[in-house]
């Protein structure tokens, strides 16, 4: 079956963020900024907050989405009325030590136009950190020029379930209006991105980077520029 689309994770896949061992270091920001937007809305301390938001810093095994803003009520004593406007403003201030740290690959950009140019239908797909809002990466996605470059972009905020949850590429298939075996699905996480798209059907190639699964043993990339036989259908 010919390949007609390719979907891309974002982190490690598109752009350089952290590593997942790294994420506990980011978080100490993250809670930090978090914690002063909330100035005067929250009677929890800083360190209380540090040490609550360790015991937030997990995901459900079903792949259900926990959001950001439940985690924040939790971790920050918030009230049910707290404005929207605080609570996005709380939020874009978590994130911001994350994309302070965003690197696009130099391949990215280069990829993906000649993707483009060949007629694939492209899409980002990707966790978010903490059930992070998706308007926020969106943002992100215009902030890094990748908007302009896919046709579609989707979080797992969107649908309420992380990758390697079935309604995340359900829904990618739905959007990108093709069958599972004409997506090609590109990521750097073996569990979440390659199991998870060959559980939907769909072939998927696992970028290595870093070289941090050698003992993968499915098809695995380095970089992008290795991507082109495998949209001759050759997995």
């Known amino acids: ?35 002063a937007a909330l100035s005067g809305f929250t009677a929890v301390r800083l360190d209380e907050a540090q040490t609550f938001a360790l015991t937030e810093n997990t995901e459900r095994d079903d792949g259900k989405v926990r959001p950001l803003q ?83 972009s989707f979080f797992c905020v969107d649908c309420g379930w992380r990758k390697p949850a079935p309604p995340v590429f359900d829904r990618v298939l739905q959007q990108l209006e093709v069958k599972a075996g004409e997506c090609l699905f590109i990521g750097d996480e073996p569990l979440w991105d390659i199991e998870g798209a060959r559980a939907a059907g769909m072939p998927a190639v696992l970028i290595d980077r870093a070289d941090r699964h050698s003992s993968h043993q499915g098809a695995r990339v380095q970089n992008l520029g290795q991507i082109a036989p495998f949209l001759r259908g050759s997995l």
Not at 77 to 99: M, S, T
Request: aromatic share 12%; glycine share 6%.
């Open 70 to 152: 439940e985690r924040f009520d939790r971790i920050f004593g918030l009230a049910d009325q707290l404005p929207a406007e605080l609570r996005d403003r709380a939020a874009r201030a978590f994130l911001q030590p994350i994309f302070d740290r965003a690197r696009k690959y130099q391949d990215s950009d280069p990829t993906l136009r000649t993707l483009r140019r060949q007629g694939y239908k492209l899409a980002i797909v990707s966790n978010a950190p903490w059930g992070s809002p998706g308007h926020l990466w969106r943002e992100e996605l215009k902030r890094l020029e990748l908007a302009d470059a896919i046709d579609f």
């Open 1 to 35: 079956m010919p390949i007609r689309a390719i979907a891309f994770d974002l982190g490690n896949t598109l752009v350089d963020y952290y590593q997942r061992e790294e994420f506990s270091s980011v978080l100490v920001g993250a809670i930090r900024n978090a914690h």
